[in-house]
């Protein structure tokens, strides 16, 4: 009996299972929004999200996703397996109706894609640790115990911090010896060196190659325009050394704007760039007429990227928990347990 089969065999009478086609992303977003206003009160996914998600290259939908429906066809639950090389971080995001909560999907689901990254172990490198990793809205204690009780631990906190303008903010002068320009369609790759740099320090953090950052940040992105994008400048050397990466509409918030990455490369830290960064975003999107901005932060970043974005006037409002299972531990070389954070 197939992966699939199986899973049908496990669901409550009068369900099935079936791989999506790309049709499915408006419903599957639905269920994905449906589920998040109940538990957090917010929307939290567009069509738009779920089909770069579902067009990834690395992506064959009819191994990777999986829809639950009922008898009328209407998709009720699905659930996405990314693996990335070199196949040791490997991840998933599971949805469900809220309405057909704890009845029995979850657990059929979480059967499958554990047994789904058991195919990644044979591509991994000899002697890594290989694991599972997910996202859970704080809020949902049931599925929290649900994994701790299947052997996942908790390894992170990821909080949504947003800032809403009540009067225009101020664009804060650069450090000496610092410029601050929006980027140019010609300089994507420049970017994304700096990025690979400077994004180190994130918990998890799994590099892109040039293909996928492009995919990823520009030709997935509905309405990508660079002068959304701020970065900060050496003057004496031309070399980008920070950069603050905002889009007009959070998914799922189009009145929210987002800024997707802050980061400064580490010989610059500490020297006031990222808040300059973050203020000339805020700045920007206000010109624009936009009124709230938000971005996602590690509840422990080494950097105390936590403690910049209190200062420059922003507050949480969502947290999420990462939470990963292993599949085969490291070896005594002490290869680190990590975690994508996706």
């Known amino acids: 009996m197939d992966s699939v089969a199986q899973l049908r065999s496990s669901l409550p009478a009068g369900l099935s299972a079936r791989p999506p086609v790309l049709a499915d992303a408006e419903a599957a977003t639905e269920i994905a929004n449906r589920q998040s206003r109940h538990l957090v009160g917010v929307d939290d996914a567009s069509v738009d999200r779920t089909l770069t998600w579902w067009q990834e290259p690395t992506r064959d939908l009819s191994r990777d996703s999986l829809l639950v429906t009922d008898g009328d066809g209407a998709v009720l639950a699905w659930i996405?397996?990314?693996?990335?090389?070199?196949?040791?971080?490997?991840?998933?995001?599971?949805?469900?109706?809220?309405?057909?909560?704890?009845?029995?999907?979850?657990?059929?689901?979480?059967?499958?894609?554990?047994?789904?990254?058991?195919?990644?172990?044979?591509?991994?490198?000899?002697?890594?640790?290989?694991?599972?990793?997910?996202?859970?809205?704080?809020?949902?204690?049931?599925?929290?115990?649900?994994?701790?009780?299947?052997?996942?631990?908790?390894?992170?906190?990821?909080?949504?911090?947003?800032?809403?303008?009540?009067?225009?903010?101020?664009?804060?002068?650069?450090?000496?010896?610092?410029?601050?320009?929006?980027?140019?369609a010609d300089e994507i790759d420049a970017i994304h060196a700096a990025w690979e740099d400077a994004q180190q320090d994130e918990f998890g953090f799994v590099g892109l190659s040039d293909e996928q950052f492009r995919y990823y940040f520009v030709s997935a992105e509905p309405g990508f325009d660079p002068s959304l994008w701020f970065l900060a400048i050496d003057d004496t050397s031309d070399e980008i050394i920070g950069y603050?990466?905002?889009?007009?509409?959070?998914?799922?918030?189009?009145?929210?704007?987002?800024?997707?990455?802050?980061?400064?490369?580490?010989?610059?830290?500490?020297?006031?760039?990222?808040?300059?960064?973050?203020?000339?975003?805020?700045?920007?999107?206000?010109?624009?007429?936009?009124?709230?901005?938000?971005?996602?932060?590690?509840?422990?970043?080494?950097?105390?990227?936590?403690?910049?974005?209190?200062?420059?006037?922003?507050?949480?409002?969502?947290?999420?928990?990462?939470?990963?299972?292993?599949?085969?531990p490291g070896d005594a070389s002490g290869q680190p347990e990590a975690a994508r954070s996706g």
Not at 248 to 253: K, L, S, T, Y
């Open 80 to 184: 996405d397996y990314s693996e990335y090389e070199p196949f040791d971080q490997n991840e998933y995001d599971l949805v469900i109706d809220p309405s057909w909560g704890d009845r029995g999907i979850e657990e059929a689901l979480l059967r499958w894609v554990e047994n789904r990254a058991q195919e990644s172990i044979e591509n991994a490198p000899t002697g890594s640790a290989i694991t599972l990793e997910t996202s859970v809205w704080a809020e949902n204690t049931v599925h929290l115990e649900r994994l701790l009780r299947r052997g996942y631990v908790t390894t992170r906190y990821w909080d949504r911090m947003e800032i809403t303008f009540e009067a225009p903010p101020k664009r804060p002068d650069p450090p000496a010896g610092v410029s601050i320009r929006t980027a140019r």
């Open 244 to 328: 603050a990466l905002g889009r007009m509409e959070r998914p799922g918030d189009p009145d929210c704007s987002q800024i997707r990455y802050v980061a400064v490369r580490r010989a610059w830290r500490r020297k006031g760039i990222a808040s300059a960064l973050l203020g000339w975003s805020f700045a920007d999107f206000y010109q624009r007429g936009r009124r709230r901005v938000s971005l996602a932060v590690d509840s422990e970043s080494p950097t105390g990227a936590h403690r910049l974005y209190e200062r420059v006037g922003m507050r949480p409002t969502l947290r999420s928990v990462t939470m990963v299972l292993t599949l085969r």
